[in-house]
């Protein structure tokens, strides 16, 4: 059984701060992993993947990887009300046919 | 189309009846999917179309629920007799990749059976 787990939340910080969105997995053969935001009410949309352990960055968002702890972060700088939605985890099979998401992290920024 | 296109947007039904929901994808996009998400909850993989063949159909949850897809098209998903633990939204997704770059999700299927 695969899982993917996030801390449901809410995470609540201030505008300006750092975000820091947290995700573990099950399944270690894993390759590819992936941050869904979600408005309420609204479909996920990609945010970024990352395959590789280390960091990867896009504008104010920063993916890490660590494959030996099974650990994936997203970091948003300079949170805006904007940023408040739910973060989805989400992980590729290591067959690459399938995503299996976490249920997600509530983000509220206050201004 | 420019993006997955999900219909109808919302269904509302009496409990025992059938639905069908559907899902255009982007076109060229050979991996379709299909999720349910609960009110609260996360997404729920129900089944994976390659082409119209359909690999994995391990999340479906019960009989009730069947899905085509047309060559490498339209997928319609089926409930029948529907139950109240049926009501959620249904997404769909996909892909031309493999999901090496990720999925793209229409706007969903609101389902609410009275």
């Known amino acids: 059984q695969k899982e993917v787990e996030q801390n449901s939340g809410p995470l609540s910080v201030p505008e300006g701060a750092i975000a820091s969105l947290n995700c573990t997995y099950s399944d270690r053969g894993s390759q590819s992993f992936f941050w869904y935001r979600q408005y309420s009410g609204k479909s996920p949309e990609l945010i970024m993947f990352?395959?590789?352990?280390g960091d990867k960055e896009d504008g104010r968002f920063t993916a890490q990887l660590n494959k030996a702890s099974q650990y994936v972060s997203l970091l948003i700088r300079d949170s805006q009300p904007s940023d408040s939605a739910t973060y989805l985890c989400a992980v590729m099979d290591s067959g690459y046919s399938t995503l299996t998401f976490g249920k997600g992290t509530m983000l509220l920024v206050s201004p | 189309g420019a993006g997955v296109s999900q219909s109808p947007s919302n269904k509302v039904t009496e409990k025992g009846k059938d639905v069908e929901l559907r899902c255009d994808p982007i076109?060229?996009?050979?991996?379709l999917y299909w999720y349910r998400q609960r009110l609260g909850q996360g997404l729920e993989f129900l089944i994976y179309?390659?082409?119209?063949?359909?690999?994995?159909k391990s999340g479906l949850p019960s009989d009730r629920f069947s899905a085509e897809r047309t060559g490498e098209s339209v997928s319609t998903l089926t409930i029948q007799r529907t139950q109240q633990e049926d009501s959620a939204v249904y997404l769909c997704?996909?892909?031309?990749?493999?999901?090496?770059?990720?999925?793209?999700f229409g706007s969903g299927t609101r389902l609410t059976v009275v």
């Open positions: 179309f390659q082409g119209n063949s359909a690999p994995d």
């Open positions: 990352i395959y590789s352990n």
């Open positions: 076109s060229g996009h050979t991996a």
């Open positions: 997704a996909s892909t031309s990749d493999r999901g090496l770059y990720g999925y793209t």
